[in-house]
T-cell receptor, first 115, second 110 residues
């Protein structure tokens, strides 16, 4: 079964450092997402990406965050200057079409720890 | 602000028990509704979509009441392997983002 692949599975970084979280969506999917989940909290939407541009973003997704699909395969989330409160699980997801969401597949996540 | 509220947990039940989870959502424009399952420190996985007419998948039955903006999940004959956190999820708009509830933790004991 096709899957969304995320790397690394765990990243530890110092406060103020830049991090890039990587995702390889399912190859024929067209819509891409990043979500995060702070430990013990709910899964929260960060950003959606379609046709090489951001289609929607939440209030969490401020100027410290950016996304890119540099080569038609990878989908990355960059945090420019990490803060302690950025520590969370970050999930990438993708889906094929504009209808819903039986085709919405999550990656296994990257656990980001900011120290 | 679009929210999804769920029963506080945890639910601790014996094997074979029937357990019900409830959820309310605030966005009356939501069109798609789901139950996801999340194991500890893992990604959410789709358990089932929820349709207006109600739907069943084996031991799992989901119901939707649009007028009350209420969603439910019933698990019959619970198994040890059902132990997980159950997330109520609704769509947040045309771009396909999802709004998650905080989840209800289920622990099935022998």
């Amino acid at each position: 079964e096709p899957e969304v692949t995320q790397t690394p599975s765990h990243q530890v970084t110092q406060m103020g450092q830049e991090v890039i979280l990587r995702c390889v969506p399912i190859s024929n999917h067209l819509y891409f997402y990043w979500y995060r989940q702070i430990l013990g909290q709910k899964v929260e939407f960060l950003v959606s990406f379609y046709n090489n541009e951001i289609s929607e973003k939440s209030e969490i997704f401020d100027d410290q965050f950016s996304v890119e699909r540099p080569d038609g395969s990878n989908f990355t989330l960059k945090i420019r200057s990490t803060k302690l409160e950025d520590s969370a699980m970050y999930f990438c997801a993708s889906r094929f079409d504009s209808g819903f969401v039986n085709g919405y597949t999550f990656g296994s996540g990257t656990r980001l720890t900011v120290v | 602000r679009k929210e999804v509220e769920q029963d506080p947990g945890p639910f601790n039940v014996p094997e074979g028990a029937t357990v019900a989870f409830n959820c309310t959502y605030s966005n009356s424009a939501s069109q798609s509704f789901f139950w996801y399952r999340q194991d500890c420190r893992k990604e959410p996985k789709l358990l089932m979509s929820v349709y207006s007419s109600g739907n069943e998948d084996g031991r799992f039955t989901a119901q939707l009441n649009r007028a009350s903006q209420y969603i439910s999940l019933l698990i019959r004959d619970s198994k040890l392997s059902d132990s997980a956190t159950y997330l109520c999820v609704v769509d947040g708009g045309s771009q396909g983002n999802l709004i998650f509830g905080k989840g209800t933790k289920l622990s099935v004991k022998p």
